[in-house]
């Protein structure tokens, strides 16, 4: 698999290029992971490498007939299949079955979201993978193997995609992006280690906006002046926001600064230096509270169905607690 295309998951891509040299690239292939991981990336060049005609071993080479067809989205031997409203159903197999079977040649089938596949469209996908055709290859994606039936998770290669380093996404973003210097380490810090999540956020032209935003909150907070009612109105503001979460992991950022700038007084450790310029700094022991109350908050707004309102409200009143001094 060429280089571009393994971010960081090298042995993965190793494994792929051994068994697509050698021909031994299983019938169905399973790739799992959160969204953002790159799973349709890893789907997509699987599937380019398994039509590609190049008689060269670093497969997809981009540059043959096949792979001119596959980029420009009309391949006849590739099909996506994807849920038609909220479920992949049992015409889209028997369409696939109608398209492919009586073919020759090396065909894919990409099946995004698979586990939303029906109980009758999964039972027929098995059918398949119990007594493959030759030469028909099957690519499913889903955020988890536990989502799917273990009958067919039984006959896949599963490949779990694992979160990338700090410094393996910064490697990407710097490949892959004009994103200046100053930014890359910021952006590589919030991307949970989800190449397709950073580049995302490399590409949002609001994320300035959000940090400062996030600075000025955690400046007010630091400051101690805002009133308690006040405050409760920024917390009801936030709480409407699609984005809380991020912002909230920048306001963590933030304070993670003061933290790193108390206790190493290092300018070339802090992300965001120019940011926290100014402020006034607390001890080490409340700074380092303030960003375990928001990793708390985070933590409840992803895992639970929470008032959003009230756990805002009760994090900021606590952020303004202790702050409050020195």
């Known amino acids: 698999m060429q280089a571009r295309l393994i971010g960081g998951n090298t042995a993965l891509g190793q494994t792929l290029a051994r068994s697509l040299s050698a021909g031994v690239v299983s019938h169905a292939v399973l790739f799992t992971g959160p969204p953002g991981c790159g799973k349709q990336a890893w789907g997509r060049a699987l599937a380019q490498a398994l039509l590609c005609t190049s008689g060269g071993g670093d497969r997809p080479c981009g540059r043959c007939p096949s792979c001119a067809r596959f980029l420009s989205g009309n391949h006849p031997d590739f099909l996506l299949l994807e849920p038609e409203g909220r479920w992949i159903k049992i015409d889209q197999l028997r369409r696939l079955r109608s398209r492919f079977y009586l073919q020759g040649g ?3 089938c990409l099946i995004r979201e698979a586990e939303r596949m029906t109980a009758e469209a999964a039972a027929s996908l098995l059918k398949i993978l119990e007594e493959p055709p030759p030469g028909l290859y099957f690519i499913l994606l889903s955020s988890s193997a536990r989502q799917l039936f273990s009958t067919i998770v039984s006959r896949c290669q599963h490949f779990p995609l694992r979160a990338l380093s700090c410094q393996e996404i910064e490697d990407i973003l710097k490949q892959e ?12 810090r919030l991307s949970w280690g989800l190449p397709g999540r950073a580049l995302a956020l490399a590409a949002d032209s609001a994320l300035e906006e959000r940090r400062q935003e996030a ?7 630091l400051a101690g002046e805002e ?15 699609e984005d809380l979460v991020l912002f909230m992991e920048l306001l963590a950022l933030f304070f993670r600064d003061l933290l790193v700038w108390e206790l190493t007084g290092a300018r070339e450790l802090l992300l965001d230096p120019e940011v926290i310029a100014g402020c006034r700094c ?18 409840i707004m992803e895992t639970t169905n929470v008032n959003r309102r009230l756990a805002v409200e009760g994090a900021l009143m606590e952020l303004k607690r202790g702050l409050a001094c020195g």
Do not use: C
Request: aromatic letters at 0%; charged letters at 35%.
């Open 282 to 299: 607390r001890t080490a022991h409340r700074l380092e509270k303030a960003v375990l109350e928001i990793d708390r908050l985070i933590g």
């Open 106 to 108: 090396n065909r894919v």
């Open 177 to 188: 992006t004009d994103l200046p210097a100053s930014r890359v380490e910021l952006v590589a």
């Open 227 to 241: 009133p308690a009612h006040k405050l409760l109105e920024r917390a009801s503001a936030l709480a409407e926001r």
């Open 215 to 221: 600075a000025d909150l955690g400046k007010a907070l």
